[in-house]
């Protein structure tokens, strides 16, 4: 959603892992691992440094972990140089997962207009809540960073008490916790995409079809034009992302939080604050800076502060993601276990 607009019919699926390698890029990344996994009845895209999911002798032996929720779109692959940096600097094992229905795996995910229930706000946050039981060793203290709406979804995860005792700290960057629908971005989504929805699932529809040198060339293009987030994973992230049936998640996950995310969660924050991190940005026009005021004003003492290093919501596309790992990897080393 940040990128787009600032620059009972279950298939039963196996929940078996999925690794698999890609050429090029990404082997480059060290002690990379990625593949798809069934949660909640839909494949899921799950990116690791330093330990995959099953490895839980090497992650429990580290003791720690960050694990990074994603905005929206949930594509992982948008974040991997910046969660790159973070496994370099903190020599943790990293792991990202995305949003249901926002990565498409080779075979069948259920139907969006028959399994709503998968994809809106409460079914992507229990999708996280699988992954963590599942794959989470107990003795592993997480790190969890939340993202734009990922802020709101690791959130709600610490209302589980066994769940919150398990987190050293969460960090929710540019988060989107209150009155999404009456922000800047919110009414332009509703007031005017709404409209043209129709349209972009069909020139997304033709881009789909092109070969791919052509798509490559147009995202660069566009990336030179409005930001610098020029990398190969970048781009290939775009292209991921270009495909009407992904369009269609992203855009019903959107309009779901406009439904769902209203009043800010003031007892929630009041009880977790101690393990709160909440980094806002000076111009976003997802979680305005008076929505840090109100935090601060509802929530006295509360761990928040406003970005001076002018990074946009959309951080890991619009700035060199280094920025933003420098801004984490200080935040985590004052929380990590002695």
């Known amino acids: 959603m940040e990128l787009l607009l600032g620059m009972r019919n279950v298939h039963m699926l196996t929940s078996a892992c999925f690794l698999f390698d890609v050429p090029g890029y990404r082997n480059n990344m060290s002690n990379f691992k990625e ?5 909640n009845y839909v494949p899921t895209h799950v ?8 490895e839980t002798d090497v992650i429990s032996k580290k003791k720690e972990l960050l694990l990074l929720f994603t905005g929206n779109p949930g594509v ?17 094992p990293v792991w990202v997962i995305s949003h249901a229905g926002h990565e498409l795996p080779s075979g069948l995910i259920p139907n969006l207009e028959k399994n709503q229930q998968l994809y809106d706000v409460e079914g992507q946050i229990m999708n996280k809540k699988e992954f963590l039981k599942r794959y989470v060793p107990r003795g592993c203290k997480i790190h969890l960073l939340g993202h734009s709406v990922g802020a709101y979804m690791a ?10 005792e398990q987190v050293q700290a969460s960090y929710l960057l540019f988060p989107v916790l209150e009155n999404i629908a009456k922000t800047p971005n919110g009414r332009f989504l509703s007031k005017a995409v709404v409209h043209i929805l129709w349209l972009v699932y069909f020139l997304a529809g033709i881009f789909a079809a092109l070969p791919t040198f052509i798509q490559m060339t147009l995202i660069s293009l566009y990336l030179r034009l409005f930001g610098t987030g020029t990398s190969t994973t970048v781009k ?5 992302l270009i495909n009407p049936k992904i369009l269609r ?28 991190i909440i980094y806002y940005g000076d111009h ?5 800076v008076s929505h840090y005021e109100n935090l601060i004003k509802s929530v006295p003492n509360v761990q928040a502060m406003v970005c001076k290093k002018g990074l946009d919501h959309a951080f890991m596309l619009c700035k060199p993601s280094y920025l933003m790992a420098e801004v984490v990897e200080e935040m985590v080393q004052k929380n990590r276990t002695k």
């Open 35 to 39: 593949g798809f996994i069934t949660l």
């Open 76 to 92: 992982a692959l948008f974040y991997s140089e910046f969660l790159q940096q973070l496994h370099d600097k903190l020599k943790m």
């Open 284 to 288: 976003d026009r997802w979680a305005p």
């Open 155 to 164: 959130l709600n995860l610490l209302k589980d008490d066994d769940f919150a």
């Open 249 to 276: 998640s992203v855009f019903f996950l959107a309009f779901d939080e406009m439904k769902v995310i209203k009043e800010l969660d003031v007892e929630l924050i009041k009880k977790r604050k101690e393990k709160l």
């Open 47 to 54: 990116m690791t440094w330093g330990g995959w999911i099953d």
């Open 236 to 240: 290939q992230g775009v292209i991921q």
